[in-house]
């Protein structure tokens, strides 16, 4: 295998983001940095709705969502320069995209992980950094939604953000970080940062302001 994977950023997007952003979708995807190899993670969004339409167990449900996730994929695919011209599907066929020297953006690999956990994965595979691009601007005590002076957290430990994720992966349903990704963030020592996605935060991701996950 080609040694060119020099990719050090993989975003986790959700699919709400890029279902939000179809009508300037040129624009969103060149937002993200264009002078280095990235690899991005797309969820399903709202395409959830197609698990929950079916009576299935939660595994032919979660092969649904892993479908709406690479829908979501192509289309940020198809928009970028320089990308690899196919969505990964396996941990194998991603380490070959890197090897590529390309952009890699795929959805979901396996039942039972969200688009966080995905890109937690990608990250600890590739050696990079994980950036998750979400609808709030970082790590709440609570949801800010419900609690008006719920606290928001600038650093955060493992510990603390796995008391508040409590752990549900049900398919579709997940917290602003799922258990499994903090504990693939955890393992590897994943430099983490969770932010709004914006588009200025998408091409200064460094520079977002926004919840850090810090090893002890």
Do not use: C, W
């Amino acid at each position: 295998m080609s040694s060119e994977n020099n990719i050090s950023k993989v975003f986790a997007v959700g699919g709400g983001i890029i279902q939000d952003n179809l009508e300037n979708m040129e624009e969103f995807v060149s937002s993200f940095p264009d002078e280095e190899q990235i690899a991005v993670v797309t969820g399903a969004g709202d395409l959830n709705k197609y698990q929950s339409a079916v009576s299935g167990n939660n595994g032919e449900k979660d092969l649904i969502g892993i479908k709406a996730t690479r829908l979501h994929a192509q289309t940020v695919l198809t928009e970028m320069e320089n990308a690899y011209p196919e969505t990964p599907e396996t941990p194998e066929e991603v380490q070959v995209a890197a090897s590529s020297g390309k952009n890699v953006v795929m959805g979901g690999l396996v039942p039972g992980y969200s688009t966080d956990a995905v890109a937690a994965t990608v990250a600890e595979l590739l050696d990079a950094d994980l950036y998750i691009a979400t609808t709030v601007d970082g790590i709440y005590s609570e949801d800010p939604e419900e609690v008006s002076d719920a606290e928001k957290f600038d650093e955060i430990s493992v510990e603390k953000l796995l008391e508040i994720t409590g752990g549900a992966n049900e398919p579709g349903v997940y917290s602003v970080v799922d258990e499994a990704a903090v504990r693939i963030i955890d393992r590897s020592e994943i430099s983490t940062k969770i932010f709004q996605a914006d588009l200025e935060n998408l091409e200064n991701p460094e520079s977002a302001e926004g919840t850090e996950i810090i090893h002890h």
